[in-house]
């Protein structure tokens, strides 16, 4: 009778044997790109490595799913010295003050075909703020992940509101992160 109960429980319920997979996040090979108009249209970019975190997906099961990520500001590279000297400046990310940006997921909504849409909250400068990250998962079921992601952000909803002038509000953000070879326990 337990037996037949059993195998039922596995026919109505599939989602009950999914199993979530937990990767970390390979520093070396990650990296999130900045980009943003400034001057009336010059393309503008910087980018932060050293990024640290974890994925967790479940191929059967969305709810499971959860991405956690930390951005160390101190490796922001920028196209030039002085662009990487003010942006890290309390004109805008103020480095040493806030050493970390945070992404941490909330929802992970499968939406086909390999693709996601990630709700999430940003925090930059100790202020959090929703954010909805639109990714692609390049096979999902893999020893090794490859996520890249794309989001767009206002900088002065962050308290970055200088040169406001000179320099787009909006900032596009795109996210390549590659996982270890296999998953974590």
């Known amino acids: 009778m337990l037996r037949r109960l059993l195998i039922l429980l596995i026919l109505v319920c599939p989602w009950a044997l999914a199993v979530p997979q937990s990767y ?3 520093t070396n090979n990650t990296t999130i790109r900045l980009s943003w108009h400034a001057f009336g249209g010059i393309l503008s ?3 932060f490595s050293g990024v640290t975190g974890a994925v967790t997906l479940n191929p059967e099961n969305d709810v499971d799913d959860h991405i956690h990520v930390t951005i160390p500001v101190a490796t922001l590279v920028a196209s030039n010295k002085l662009l990487t000297w003010q942006l890290k400046s309390d004109m805008f990310f103020e480095s040493e003050r806030y050493p970390t940006i945070e992404f941490i997921s909330s929802r992970v909504v499968a939406q086909g075909d390999g693709r996601f849409r990630v709700f999430g909250t940003l925090t930059v400068r100790n ?3 929703p954010v909805i990250l ?3 998962v390049k096979d999902p079921h893999a020893q090794a992940l490859t996520l890249d992601a794309t989001t ?3 900088r ?4 970055m509101d200088k040169f406001a002038l000179v320099v787009d509000d ?3 953000i795109a996210i390549a992160i590659k996982t270890n070879d296999v ?3």
């Open 24 to 26: 970390i996040i390979d």
């Open 45 to 47: 970019w910087a980018t």
């Open 127 to 129: 202020i959090a703020r």
């Open 134 to 136: 639109e990714a692609v």
């Open 152 to 154: 767009a952000i206002s």
């Open 156 to 159: 002065a909803s962050y308290g």
């Open 170 to 172: 909006r900032i596009a």
């Open 183 to 185: 998953p974590s326990s």
